[in-house]
C-alpha cells in the first residue's frame, strides 16, 4: 500500500503545481494587458455555458464546471474551468476531464458549428452528431487564427450568437504565457469578424 500513498501524494503535488502555475498565468496575463479578475462574473457565465454549450445527445457529455480566474477583456472573457467531454456513445473514453483556460465571446446569431483547428489550420468536426463546419466560419477563424500561428489544435464552438474557444494541447498543462497571448487575440479577431457591427458582450442575466 505504500506505493499508493506514494501515488496519491505525487499527484496531489503536481494539481497543486498545475492550479497555481495557471492561477499566475493569468495574473501575469491580466498586468500585462491592463485588464481585471472578475470572479462575480462566474454566475452568469456559468449559466450561459449551461445553456449554449451543454450537449445532452444520447450517449455524450458536455459540461462545464469550477470556473474560476475570470478575467475582464471588454468584449472577451478569459477564464479556467473543468470540461467534462465524453464524445463517444460506443466505446469509453479514457478520459473525461479536462482543465482548460476559455475565451467566451460574442458572434452574429447565424452561426452554428462545432469544429477543431489544428496547428496548420485544417477544420475538422469535433464530434460526429456536429454538422459539417460551416465554410464561412472556418475561412473567418482561420483569418482570426493566422496572424497569431497557434501551437495547439484550436476547439471552437459557436452557438446561439456566442463562441467559445480553448487549446487542446497532446500534454496536460502544455501551454504558455505566450499561448495565453495567443488564444485572446483569437478570440478578439473572431469577435471581430463573426459579430454584427457594434455588438456588446452579453451574458445571461439572473
Given at each position: 500500500?505504500?506505493?499508493?500513498?506514494?501515488?496519491?501524494?505525487?499527484?496531489?503535488?503536481?494539481?497543486?503545481?498545475?492550479?497555481?502555475?495557471?492561477?499566475?498565468?493569468?495574473?501575469?496575463?491580466?498586468?500585462?494587458?491592463?485588464?481585471?479578475?472578475?470572479?462575480?462574473?462566474?454566475?452568469?457565465?456559468?449559466?450561459?455555458?449551461?445553456?449554449?454549450?451543454?450537449?445532452?445527445?444520447?450517449g455524450?457529455?458536455?459540461?462545464?464546471?469550477?470556473?474560476?480566474?475570470?478575467?475582464?477583456?471588454?468584449?472577451?472573457r478569459?477564464?479556467r474551468?473543468?470540461?467534462?467531454?465524453?464524445?463517444?456513445?460506443?466505446?469509453?473514453?479514457?478520459?473525461?476531464h479536462?482543465?482548460?483556460?476559455?475565451?467566451?465571446?460574442?458572434?452574429?446569431?447565424?452561426?452554428?458549428?462545432?469544429?477543431?483547428?489544428?496547428?496548420?489550420?485544417?477544420?475538422?468536426?469535433?464530434?460526429?452528431?456536429?454538422?459539417?463546419?460551416?465554410?464561412?466560419?472556418?475561412?473567418?477563424?482561420?483569418k482570426?487564427?493566422?496572424?497569431?500561428?497557434?501551437?495547439?489544435?484550436?476547439?471552437?464552438?459557436?452557438?446561439?450568437?456566442?463562441?467559445?474557444?480553448?487549446f487542446?494541447?497532446?500534454?496536460?498543462?502544455?501551454?504558455?504565457?505566450g499561448?495565453?497571448?495567443?488564444?485572446?487575440?483569437?478570440?478578439?479577431?473572431?469577435?471581430?469578424?463573426?459579430s454584427?457591427?457594434?455588438?456588446?458582450?452579453?451574458?445571461?442575466?439572473?
Open positions: 500500500m505504500w506505493w499508493l500513498l506514494i501515488l496519491l501524494s505525487v499527484v496531489g503535488a503536481y494539481l497543486l503545481w498545475y492550479t497555481k502555475r495557471r492561477h499566475t498565468m493569468l495574473e501575469t496575463f491580466v498586468q500585462a494587458h491592463g485588464l481585471t479578475i472578475r470572479p462575480e462574473l462566474a454566475s452568469s457565465i456559468q449559466q450561459t455555458l449551461d445553456l449554449y454549450f451543454s450537449l445532452e445527445d444520447p455524450v457529455v458536455r459540461s462545464f464546471c469550477q470556473l474560476a480566474g475570470i478575467v475582464d477583456g471588454d468584449t472577451v478569459l477564464f474551468a473543468i470540461e467534462l467531454l465524453d464524445l463517444s456513445p460506443h466505446s469509453s473514453a479514457s478520459s473525461t479536462f482543465s482548460r483556460i476559455a475565451a467566451l465571446f460574442e458572434v452574429s446569431t447565424e452561426y452554428d458549428d462545432f469544429f477543431l483547428l489544428d496547428a496548420s489550420l485544417k477544420p475538422t468536426r469535433r464530434w460526429s452528431g456536429s454538422p459539417k463546419p460551416d465554410p464561412r466560419a472556418v475561412t473567418l477563424a482561420k482570426a487564427a493566422t496572424a497569431s500561428s497557434p501551437r495547439h489544435t484550436l476547439s471552437i464552438t459557436l452557438t446561439h450568437g456566442h463562441g467559445l474557444i480553448y487542446e494541447p497532446l500534454i496536460t498543462a502544455g501551454e504558455t504565457q499561448d495565453l497571448d495567443c488564444l485572446y487575440e483569437i478570440a478578439r479577431q473572431m469577435h471581430y469578424h463573426l454584427e457591427p457594434k455588438i456588446h458582450f452579453r451574458v445571461v442575466q439572473e
